[in-house]
């Protein structure tokens, strides 16, 4: 992910949301350390089925145990907290 200071994309943030429009994440650092990021405002299709791909792996994994219904239902309702 490329990173730019704070100054500068202050200076070019029409550029920079051009950039993540098409995809693209960049990082904001401040004094060198990341501190924000731009990030496309949609999760593209394809990276859906990464996610849900990744997610069945570890519910497989979990453990040795698969993840509940009730589980997953519980960490679904905290991801929208």
Known sequence: ???IGLFEAKQKLSELV?????GEEIGIT????????????EVKK???KAVFDDLDDYRKNLKGR???DEEMKEWINEGRE
């Open 1 to 3: 992910m490329p990173t």
């Open 66 to 68: 698969p993840v509940t």
């Open 30 to 41: 401040r004094h060198g350390k990341l501190v924000a990021k731009i990030v496309p405002a």
């Open 18 to 22: 051009e950039r993540a429009r098409s």
């Open 46 to 48: 394809d990276s859906w």
